[in-house]
């Protein structure tokens, strides 16, 4: 009998042991470290990123009225401040096409440009506007997209004057928001219980349930046809094509993860970045399949909240306290 006892304790030692080793394992580092470290002096998180016509001319925003300045590609940044009295503001997006610009603020705040940033005027907004200001897409001269937290989406050709309402009807407060290149919408419930759908000529808002009993953190789009979702506890799942209710299956890329995942962009071709809470930067380049750490940059101390691909070889990485990565194409190679 004791020598039963005896072997079905060493079992259940090599059980716990074999776990505990797999709980920790660890993901392989990538090669060269293709990250810039800038830090800017701000206590501020940064929440949006966006460059004029000219590459190296680019505005960069976030909490506490925040807005910086580029004018050589993102390698330094200069603070700039715009007069708003007393009223106290967090950015919340900015855009350009060309050389006229917008940005969103909460609680109630609409700045346009026309001429790059030199001057930045504020365009009234209505009292009755359904939510806050969340984010803001500029598409033609004259022309943008402003959605709110609540899901209400206008549009204006005139540069601002007037607005058309292309939905009014409230998703309730959303965690965050996302559109596609071709105007589809993805938002996200401030619970992360469930996500909401639009696309253009919808009258409303499509509701969907989550497919697991993980809440989500962030969802947006993988080109115009697919979603993407992050779910709590590190999980990431890819919708199937041209359907936003059916997925494939889950992903861990990182077991031992309990920080979470925030956001998730692709570079080019099936290169995918993933980024999270404690300066935690993954990257795949078959898709999702086999994934790699980013060693050199866990130890800043920063949250990464959002990732920004301009382009293949322009790309930022948007953290708190004034942490801002800069994609280095030199180093990546």
Not at 118 to 145: F, M
Not at 197 to 217: A, F
Not at 278 to 303: F, R, T, Y
Request: hydrophobic share 35%; with cysteine.
């Amino acid at each position: 009998m004791n020598l039963l006892l005896n072997r079905l304790k060493q079992i259940l030692v090599l059980i716990v042991v074999s776990f505990l080793c797999i709980s920790c394992v660890h993901l392989p580092s990538i090669a060269q470290n293709p990250w810039q470290l800038i830090n800017l002096e701000t206590e501020a998180t940064f929440a949006d990123l966006a460059f004029t016509s000219n590459s190296n001319h680019g505005w960069l925003v976030g909490t506490q009225a925040t807005l910086f300045e580029t004018e050589d590609g993102g390698e330094t940044w200069q603070p700039k401040i715009i007069d708003l009295g007393e009223e106290k503001v967090n950015f919340t997006g900015v855009s350009f096409n060309g050389d006229e610009g917008w940005i969103t603020g909460e609680p109630s705040v609409l700045l346009h440009t026309n001429n790059g940033g030199k001057n930045w005027d504020r365009i009234p907004l209505s009292d009755k506007l359904p939510g806050l200001p969340y984010d803001v897409i500029a598409l033609e001269p004259n022309t943008a997209e402003m959605v709110t937290n609540l899901g209400a989406i206008y549009k204006t050709t005139d540069g601002g004057q007037t607005w058309k309402a292309l939905v009014e009807g409230s998703v309730g407060v959303a965690r965050n928001v996302s559109r596609s290149n071709d105007g589809k919408y993805v938002a996200v419930s401030a619970r992360g219980n469930f996500y909401s759908t639009w696309q253009p000529g919808d009258t409303e808002w499509t509701p969907h349930n989550r497919n697991s009993s993980k809440r989500l953190q962030n969802m947006g789009f993988i080109g115009d046809n697919r979603l993407w979702l992050i779910a709590r506890g590190g999980q990431i799942q890819f919708s199937k094509e041209n359907n936003f209710e059916e997925w494939e299956e889950p992903i861990n890329p990182e077991s031992s993860n309990s920080w979470g995942f925030l956001d998730l962009t692709t570079r080019q071709g099936e290169e995918i970045w993933l980024a999270g809470g404690s300066a935690n930067l993954l990257v795949s380049s078959d898709g999702g399949m086999q994934w790699e750490k980013d060693l050199e940059v866990e130890s800043i101390p920063s949250n990464f909240y959002k990732i920004v691909f301009l382009n293949p070889d322009q790309g930022f990485v948007l953290g708190e306290r004034g942490v801002l990565l800069k994609y280095n194409t030199q180093n990546a190679a």
